[in-house]
């Protein structure tokens, strides 16, 4: 079951990231690696930040256990639905009505002309934040009735999006290209939250919600949770946050060409441990919850093996073919040379914390079906600021490439201090660790 769990979240996420592919190719050959790019980006990593928080186990990982709990389904679903929905769509509308302040904190470096230009793209895709929390809302639901499909699939709906953006633009000048492609964001959004109402709809989900009777009492704990498993689910993201930000310091294109180093870093990452982690999770807290101790440590080995060889693989080859990789990919049009060797070291860099960073996620989701999300969240927090700390050494004598390094950097240190949580001797136990030939997995 867990392998079934794994192949179709991870089909569904590669299908999407060839048509992530395909718009970056888009992107960098129509758009390039410029300011105007930059601009884009910058405007798209708040919410797209967020939405790798929600959507990449945060939001599941406190839902679940407290839904599953839960005597009051009907009343606990409707208030976390309608509470989170409304904060998230007043922030957004405050994101608006003060962009060009948002902007400014999110990239200190940009002059006041650059500032004026991103500011209306950051109002625009902003509003992609309150869908995808309605997208990472019936994500849950339908995880608690083991359906992956839909979640797993549904992000191709935002790569389609910005794609018919790019096509529809691609004549027009780089400011526009960027405004309909901040469009596309929201558009994609829609798109997949209509996407998971039909699954929800499918599957009897929608006598789940009411406006009757609205208590808040039962979702205290949840709410807990959540904001300790957010930050715990986050690291890898926050440094990519920082990255863009200290980046803003650097020449024109280097936000750029960290955007799409970590875009390739983030494929196998995505592909293989998040895929994992999506289906390992709920298996793992049912078997603790039963106190079957050694059929959640059978399902900890059998991905904690597949990651480290797939990961590695992977770290192997994306290094030696960085070049070749960035160059086949988005080396036409706009995109040039000088772009592709700049983006080649930041992959290099990206790469050296795939492994780290991708068992770590196994291991934190074990002190989550503990519901130990406050441990996991003080060691996020210690990584984060190694981080912050190697990005400051290394942004000045290796500038971009610096600080993809010092991410990777923090993701060791990440998977050394779960480990430690874990136990070092429950670690060694579970790299020789037998069972019984009659379990099943």
Known sequence: MLLKAIFTNSSGILFSRVLGFVRDLLTASILGA??????????????????????EGAFTQAFIPAFAKSTKKVRFSSVVLLQIFGFILLLSILVSLFSHLVIKIIAVGFDAKLLDLGAPLVAITFYY???????????????????FATTAYSTALLNLALIGALLLARHKDSYTIATYLSYGVVIGGFLQVLAHLYSIRRFGLLKLFSLKDLSAKYTKKFYHTFLQASIGSSTAHISSFIDTWLASFLISGSISHLYYGNRIFQLPLA??????????????????????????????????????????????IGIVFSHQIIFLLFQ?????????????????????????????????????????????????????????IFSLALIIPYKAAGLALASSLSGFILFFLTVKEFGFKSFWKLLKFSYNKNSRG
Do not use: C
């Open 34 to 55: 410029n300011i105007y790019s930059d601009i884009f980006f910058v405007a798209f990593k708040l919410p797209n930040l967020f939405r790798r928080i929600f959507g």
């Open 129 to 147: 934040l309150p869908l995808i929390f309605l997208v990472s809302f019936f994500s849950a639901l339908l995880q608690y009735k083991n359906h």
């Open 271 to 316: 592909l293989f441990a998040i895929a994992t982690s999506v289906a390992l999770f709920p298996m793992v807290a049912k078997a603790i919850k039963k106190n079957k101790t050694e059929e959640a440590l059978r399902l900890m080995r059998k991905a904690f093996w597949i990651l480290f060889f797939v990961l590695g693989f992977a770290t192997l």
């Open 332 to 388: 036409r049009g706009s995109f040039t040379e000088s772009d592709t060797l700049h983006t080649q070291t930041i992959l290099s860099m990206y790469l050296v914390g795939l492994l780290p960073f991708g068992l770590s996620k196994i291991f934190l989701l074990w002190l989550y079906s503990l519901q130990e999300q406050k441990k996991a969240a003080k060691i996020s927090i210690i990584a984060l600021t190694w981080n912050i």
